[in-house]
């Protein structure tokens, strides 16, 4: 299993794309990317936030909104 | 030791600021306007003879012992009913009322079996007292006269008996369930000589609407109502106080005792939580401890499929340890893991996630909390700064208008649903929003003013439209906004929420919640006095739970109710420690006190305290846990005290999970469901084996107390203890009180929490410290926590599980009164009498539509699975929406249930799962070749 199928397998797109849907709702898109990377820090363990970022890396992030997408970046 | 006495004031205490003086049998005593003579003579250890008078319930003046006299007053009243009054002179005792009184006893034992000796009651019945305090020596009129001697028993319930021969009709019984229970399920039938108690219309106890909480017995004054344990093995003989295992209400209870038996709980009326109240789990639901299932032994295996071998506590500690060291040192240091219990003590909770912390080395600890109310915690600590309920359950007696949402008391919280009931009866104001019509809605003599029935996974919606109500309306407390809030969020929240698109009329195709209902009960919250918001996981258990919970903080900023009395933002908590375990520091993310491992000076401060180095991220949840186990990163787990495969969502993703592992270590009383994945067991301990506190839903830390050995063996803070010493982390506490003082050397908030403290007060309510040193019972009352109240936009998102062709109803599930979360305690008592098994409410409309008839066969099925259990028509549920329990391991319900979680916290969306209703024959193939393999996963192999 790769990393990209380790991150399918653990659901961390929809979760990011959840967390950047609330923040996006609080203010504007800097904002918002603040937020959602404030928030994946500091509630996720960083093999989520590496499972993601392979995601991203590999180019199978599809779906992943671009706050969170940025946001996750940002965490890199 | 020995029997711990109350004392009976023989009628309730009265709240007055003027004060009134009398004299009473020569001595003065002052007391409050109002108060009774009988109770005023007992502030001065004056004991008037009574039977139909007890402090629990309201003076009643029937019985006609309580007489006294008074100067200047002709008759001689009886001193129940009578209110004090300044400069009154009472006699209590003269021969003149010693004559009445043999008079009344004489009528009494005329019509009552003289069979003291062999009485279950014997040496605890007020009857046989007031023969003896009236100087009974005679009954002139005989005992052949008619009487009541051969009325028949009523054994129908199997926790009391009701013994019709011994009832003198003093209605204590019936006024208990009236003013206590607020049931209304008891009353005298017939008239004069003929009067009898009665349940429902002559009805039995157990086919009446009784909800055997036992206020009956407690209030009954002869043998009459006696428990059922009392009857067989006779009366208790010492007694010690300690704390209720269920529910988040936290009920305080003598447990009696003849040695190292339980003979009954009873009620501890100096219980700050309870107030001498009970239900039927906490007050007779305690067999389980005793169950011949219970597990006392330890047992390991190497594979899940092979039958459990039975080894001594060495072997198995030896052996665990081991298999954490090999996983670690194969899979790295954070493929392990440990899971607190909310039923644990709050020193077994501290002790585990300190194990995973310092002997596993990482942050992978996580608690049930987190599938029932962690959205309450990030919610709260947003908008407030605490992560807790604001409010003491006493504030309930100064509310005019509750707000229940998402909560069902009279099932999940009975107690203190008794005292919501009181206060609705008094004339306070109800606005229920639930799916169901659950009973607060309408209720022996209660009648919510406004039942939002909202659809599943709408609660966001309507709160904000609730919000649009009050500030569109010019409703909003602008004074205590300006003064206590952050007004640059308030005012972008004011915009926000008064746009059109939030208004009731917008929202209602969504919500199902008619917009003229919705302004009445958004316009009565905001006028209606004090107002307070009661909630449940119908709040938290969805994919916006944590937003739910921060429109609920809005609505409770917006109107001005935070920070006094009456008012407030209360979770109701679902297990005994709940509130505890999270204080803890059971979360990934944070240290005991909430405060978060990326906190340079806390996390020093425990690397101080516990000798070792700390990582500054947090770990996994349980869901990420599970997924990590999946993905194959995840291998060891160490449960103490949850059952998750039956709890937690999507049972077939959990079970993949835990089959993944190389070692789940299942610490518990009984090899529950998560056991059938385990490859240890280690057995646990029940709350009456061990010492340490539980902290219930409105921060009240309360002592737990050991009043028998550990079945097996160790209190379950001692194995912790174990494990972590053969894992090379030394522990080395002799006593939980230790543990106390270690958590409050650590933790601000309960600095000044000790068990000698506890003894002291009885309870302490956090933050207890230096500024409080007594404990906070009201949250928030100068300024916020964090300052000040922080108000957040909530949009509403609509859940990804939709309604469809193929899944077209909405499955919401709750719990029942007489059954307890995976029901692993309750499923071996008594109360399985009441509930059986599971069973899917359904609308009468959607059953017709699927030819379903009550107590058919059905199969319910999701996206994630299918089971099957039989099916209840009732109106109680709107069409379009079903509902069930997730009590018993045959049907489990979370087999139905999603992988859709908070968007904060991961707390499972357990509330709107899209489902198809159709007719079955039986339990479904999974349910079959599940019950199989439990049967065989749970084999122990034969000693050599």
């Keep these: ?72 970046l940002r965490l890199r | 030791m020995s029997l711990i006495q109350e004392t009976d004031f023989g009628a309730p205490a009265v709240r007055s ?49 309580c007489l006294v006299e008074i100067e200047g007053r002709a008759g001689t009243p009886a001193s129940c009913t009578t209110p004090v009054a300044e400069g009154m002179v009472v006699s209590t005792q003269t ?28 040496g605890d019945c007020e009857l046989q007292d007031m023969a003896g305090a009236v100087g009974l020596r005679e009954v002139r ?29 003093c209605s204590r019984c019936v006024r208990a369930c009236e003013e206590v229970q607020g049931t209304f399920a008891l009353t005298i039938a017939g008239r004069g000589f003929g009067s009898r108690v009665s349940p429902g219309q002559s009805e039995s106890f157990m086919t009446s609407e009784c909800v055997s909480c036992g206020a009956c017995v407690q209030a009954c004054p002869t043998a009459t109502l006696t428990e059922t344990r009392v009857i067989e093995i006779g009366q208790p003989e010492h007694s010690a106080v300690t704390t209720c295992a269920y529910c988040g209400v936290g009920c305080a209870f003598k447990a009696e005792m003849r040695g190292e038996e339980l003979v009954r709980m009873v009620p501890w009326k100096a219980g700050k939580a309870n107030r001498g109240h009970s239900c039927v789990k906490g007050r007779f639901a305690w067999g389980y401890a005793t169950h011949r299932e219970r597990v006392t032994e330890p047992m390991i295996r190497a594979s899940i499929h092979d039958p459990w071998k039975v080894v001594s506590w060495d072997e198995a500690i030896a052996h665990t340890a081991s298999e954490f060291k090999r996983i670690q ?91 919501m009931k009181k206060r609705l009866r008094q004339g306070a104001r109800l606005i229920v929003i639930d799916p169901r019509r659950i009973d607060l809605v309408r209720s022996a003599r209660v009648q919510a003013d406004h039942h939002l029935a909202l659809r599943p996974g709408t609660n966001v919606a ?40 939030h208004g009731p009329e917008a929202t209602e195709a969504v919500t199902g919640v008619p917009a003229a209902e919705l302004r009445a009960a958004a316009r009565l919250y905001a006028t209606g006095g004090n107002g307070s918001i009661y909630y449940g996981l119908g709040v938290t258990e969805h994919s916006q739970g944590s937003t739910t919970v921060m429109a609920i903080a809005n609505l409770a900023m917006v109107t001005g109710n935070i920070g006094r009395p009456g008012v407030g933002v209360n979770p109701l908590r679902g297990q005994n420690n709940v509130q505890g375990a999270c204080d803890m520091g ?54 103490q005290g949850e059952d998750i495969l039956q709890s937690d969502p999507n049972t077939r993703h959990v079970a993949a999970g835990l089959a993944a592992m190389e070692c789940v270590v299942v610490q518990d009383l009984f090899l529950n469901e998560t056991a059938n994945y385990a490859h240890v067991f280690l057995p646990g301990s029940t709350f009456l084996e061990k010492d340490g506190t539980f902290t219930n839903a409105e921060r009240r830390i309360q002592r737990v107390r050991k009043v028998m050995r550990p079945r097996n063996g160790y209190a379950d ?48 309510q956090w933050p207890c410290n230096a500024a409080a040193p007594e404990g906070t019972p009201v949250m928030h009352i100068d300024h916020f926590v964090r300052g000040k109240g922080q108000f957040i936009l909530t949009e509403y998102v609509p859940t990804e599980e939709k309604v469809g062709p193929r899944y077209p109803l909405l499955l919401t599930t709750g719990r029942i009164l007489s059954q307890y979360n995976v029901g692993a305690q309750t499923r071996r008592t008594e109360n399985s009498r009441w509930h059986a098994e599971d069973v899917l409410e359904i609308h009468p409309h959607d059953a017709e539509e699927r030819g379903v008839r009550d107590g058919d066969w059905v199969r319910l099925k999701s996206r994630s699975g299918e089971t099957a259990l039989r099916a209840e028509i009732t109106d109680r549920v709107a069409p379009g929406v079903v509902y069930t329990t997730f009590h018993h391991p045959l049907t489990q319900a979370n087999v139905i249930t999603t992988d859709h979680s908070d968007w904060a916290t991961n707390c499972p969306e357990y509330k709107v799962t899209a489902v198809q209703v159709s007719r079955g024959n039986g339990p479904a193939e999974w349910q079959v070749e599940y019950t199989a393999q439990a049967r065989k996963s749970r084999r122990i192999e034969a000693a050599e």
Excluded at chain 1, 51 to 62: C, I, K, P, T
Excluded at chain 2, 95 to 122: F, Q, W
Excluded at chain 2, 150 to 163: E, G, I, L
Excluded at chain 2, 590 to 618: C, I, K, M, N
Aim: hydrophobic share 40%.
């Design chain 1, 1 to 72: 299993m790769t990393d990209a199928d380790e991150a399918h397998a653990t659901g961390v797109t929809p979760m990011a794309n959840q967390i950047a849907g609330f923040f996006v709702s609080q203010g504007d898109h800097a904002a918002a990317v603040a937020g959602t990377a404030d928030h994946i820090k500091a509630f996720w363990a960083p093999v989520m936030r590496r499972e993601l970022l392979a995601l991203v890396d590999a180019g199978q992030a599809e779906g992943l909104s671009d706050v969170a997408r940025e946001a996750i």
């Design chain 2, 17 to 65: 600021e003027k004060t009134v003086t009398l004299t009473i049998d020569g001595v003065q005593v002052t007391v409050p306007e109002g108060t009774s003579l009988m109770r005023a003579a007992k502030e001065l250890g004056t004991t008037i003879p009574k039977l139909c008078a007890t402090d629990s319930v309201a003076a009643f003046g029937s019985c006609r012992l």
């Design chain 2, 95 to 122: 021969p003149k009322l010693a004559k009445l009184r043999r008079g009344v006893m004489e009528l009494y034992i005329s019509d009552h079996p003289l069979d003291c000796l062999t009485c279950a009651a014997n």
């Design chain 2, 141 to 169: 009129y005989g005992y052949d006269g008619a009487n009541h001697l051969t009325a028949a028993k009523d054994a129908s319930n199997p926790y009391f008996t009701y013994d019709a021969s011994k009832c003198i009709v």
């Design chain 2, 329 to 419: 040192g194969q899979y790295g240091r954070d493929s392990v893991g440990g899971i607190t219990s909310s039923r644990c003590t709050n020193e077994e909770t501290y002790l585990v996630q300190k194990l995973v912390r310092t002997a596993f080395g990482n942050h992978n600890v996580d608690t049930c909390a987190r599938v029932c109310h962690s959205p309450t915690g990030y919610g709260l600590k947003t908008t407030f700064g605490a992560s807790a309920g604001t409010q003491d359950f006493d504030s309930v007696e100064e509310t005019d208008v509750m707000v229940v949402i998402g909560a069902n008391p009279t099932d999940a919280h009975p107690v203190f649903a008794s005292r």
């Design chain 2, 462 to 501: 309507v709160l904000t439209a609730m919000a649009h109500v009050i500030v569109t309306e010019g409703l909003a407390d602008e004074a205590y906004v300006r003064e206590r809030c952050d007004l640059q969020a308030y005012a972008h929240w004011a915009e926000f929420v008064s746009l059109p698109q």
């Design chain 2, 586 to 639: 059971s979360f990934p993310h944070e240290f005991s006190g909430y405060r978060h491992v990326s906190d340079d000076e806390t996390r020093q401060l425990f690397e101080e305290a516990w000798g070792v180095a700390l990582g500054d991220e947090p770990g996994l949840r349980i869901p990420n846990m599970l997924d990590e186990a999946v993905a194959g990163h995840f291998k060891g787990l160490y449960v």
């Design chain 2, 717 to 764: 803070w001692e194995v912790t203890q174990m494990l972590s010493n053969a894992l090379g982390y030394p522990m080395a506490y002799d006593h939980p009180s230790q543990i106390m003082d270690e958590i409050a050397r650590l933790t601000p908030s309960f600095a000044g929490v000790s068990f000698e403290k506890l003894d002291a007060l009885g309870s302490i």
